[in-house]
């Protein structure tokens, strides 16, 4: 007997406040719930997750919980079992596989189970709107996840000319705002990482209770160190590192942007380039591994050549291995979105990046010009829409704002007001992803936004990801109000 598996969803959205199911008809005729083979080791979530995406184009959320089987025999000696899982869909815009799907429709629950032509699709259809029905679909999709809440509650000594989160005034937040905070979103998930900050960590004086009060905020998990720590606290606070080593950070990653007047220039502070070179050997001195990043463009791409020598004549790396540990040195041109996107003009081109760095240059050979990614971009008719993958990241900024870590700080990314807006109403919008700017990227085509913001003659280098990012942010930047802007 031969044994076949599929996975599936039933795919429902909302749409003028009525609850809608994706029915496809499929090339041979039938009507169908999108489902397709298990390919190579996929989880059954993987597998249905490339099908949808595959047959529908669309990216979905899954409901906790629901999980149903049928299994029926599609050709004599074969018995084929098929999971469904429910799915939810923030967009309605589909796109469908020709070779598989001839047609895709959204129907309310009555129409899409007369429409279906197997019993056992619209048995399982009817588990789903059962299962559906009474429920609160804020809660549906916020139930299982994990959210991570980083707040920027002491602001960052720093104003670099590459950060990517824009620059906003420091501001130290109200007492207690950091329990105000996480209280409106503990109804709503079950594990919380709570940070204090998130653009320079540790920029608080009392850094070591902060960390046990993120520790003590967090719900059902701890927050983590990552690779990140302050080399402004490193090079005044001879304590810190001691703190570093104790809560477990083996490596710390260290920004330049050249040599030192170029660096302290991009920082946006005098000294900044001298506290770096200082912060790495207090760093090795503690058994703490550095790891330099430093970015490029057309000014500065000679000084990091010469910064990569530095870095040799310290013997970095011999002193790093000395204690067991691993130092990196790195390159790459950062995203071109928030405070970078001001140096387009610089960014650096194929045939300018010295020799000596590409080696060093972060997916370097995934990189492409301006100019192909718009010869390959220009008749994609999907849209691109930053999305939430697994677990759902969100920065507070000092004012209360509140964003999605894959977008800026300016006023069309801003999910709500923390102070402002109702708890229930702005995780509602965390979870179906509602915000102005995603309403915007749903509604225009890669290739539309190639055709006004890209440069076709353009030798600058991007990452795919990253071009489709500034492409979005162009047309943000030029569809938003004067006043909309931060
Ligand atoms: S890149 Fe980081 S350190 Fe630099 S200004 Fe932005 S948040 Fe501060």
């Known amino acids: 007997m031969i044994r076949e598996k599929s996975c599936g969803a039933v795919i429902f959205a909302e749409k003028n406040g009525g609850r809608l199911y994706l029915v496809e008809r499929m090339q041979k005729g039938h009507f169908s719930l999108c489902k397709g083979h298990v390919e190579g080791d996929e989880t059954e979530h993987g597998t249905a997750s490339r099908e949808i995406r595959e047959e529908t184009g669309l990216d979905v959320e899954f409901i906790p919980g629901f999980r149903e089987t049928i299994e029926y025999s599609p050709y ?62 804020v809660e549906l999709l916020s139930r299982g996840r994990s959210l991570t809440v980083a707040v920027d509650m002491y602001g960052c000594p720093n104003r670099c000319r590459h950060c990517w989160l ?17 209280d409106c979103f503990r109804p709503y998930f079950d594990k919380i990482e ?93 058994g703490i591994s550095p790891r330099w990043q430093a970015f490029i463009d057309r000014e500065n791409r000679y000084e990091i050549v010469k910064l990569l020598s ?14 067991g540990g691993t130092f990196r040195f790195f390159v790459h041109a950062g995203s071109c979105d928030g ?48 999305h939430n993958w697994n677990d759902i990241v969100v920065y507070v900024a000092n004012d209360y704002d509140l964003f999605f870590n894959f977008t800026h700080t300016r006023k069309e990314w801003r999910i709500g007001n923390l102070m402002e807006d109702p708890a229930e109403e702005l995780v509602r919008r965390i979870v179906q992803e509602d915000i102005p700017a995603l309403g915007k990227a749903r509604g225009i085509s890669v290739g539309e936004l190639v055709t006004r913001y890209g440069d076709p003659d353009s030798e600058r280098l991007f990452e795919e990801e990253d071009y489709k990012m500034y492409l979005l942010n162009s047309y943000l930047e030029e569809t938003a109000e004067r006043n909309d802007i931060r």
Request: glycine share 4%; hydrophobic share 35%; charged share 35%.
């Open 166 to 182: 824009s620059h906003m005034p420091n501001r130290k937040t109200d007492d207690g705002a950091d329990r105000r905070i996480l």
């Open 339 to 386: 405070e970078n996107r001001k140096l387009y003009p610089v960014r650096i081109r194929r045939g300018e990046v010295p020799e000596e760095l590409i080696p060093y240059f972060l997916n370097y050979a995934e990189n492409r010009t301006e100019k192909e990614l718009c010869e390959k971009l220009k008749d994609d008719r999907s849209s691109f829409v930053p």
């Open 194 to 286: 709570f940070y204090s900050w998130f653009r320079e960590p540790d920029f608080c004086d009392d850094y070591v209770a902060r960390w046990e009060r993120d520790k003590e905020l967090s719900v059902n998990t701890a927050p983590r160190r990552f690779e990140l720590a302050s080399f402004w606290r490193l090079a005044r606070d001879p304590g810190y590192v001691r703190f570093l080593k104790d809560v477990g950070v083996g490596c710390v990653q260290l920004t330049f942007f050249g040599l030192r007047e170029t660096t302290d220039l991009y920082v946006g502070r005098k000294g900044a380039f001298d506290e770096l070179l200082r912060a790495t050997d207090i760093l090795i001195e503690n």
């Open 310 to 323: 530095l870095s040799e004549e310290m013997k970095l790396k011999d002193r790093t291995e000395a204690f």
């Open 76 to 137: 004599e000696n074969c018995m084929k079992t098929v999971v469904f899982f429910l799915a939810y869909s923030r967009d309605t815009a589909v796109a469908a596989q020709e070779e598989e799907v001839k047609e895709i429709t959204w129907l309310p629950y009555e129409e899409a189970a007369a429409t279906l032509t197997f019993d056992s699709d619209r048995e399982t259809l009817r588990k789903a709107e059962a299962y559906l029905h009474g429920e609160n679909l």
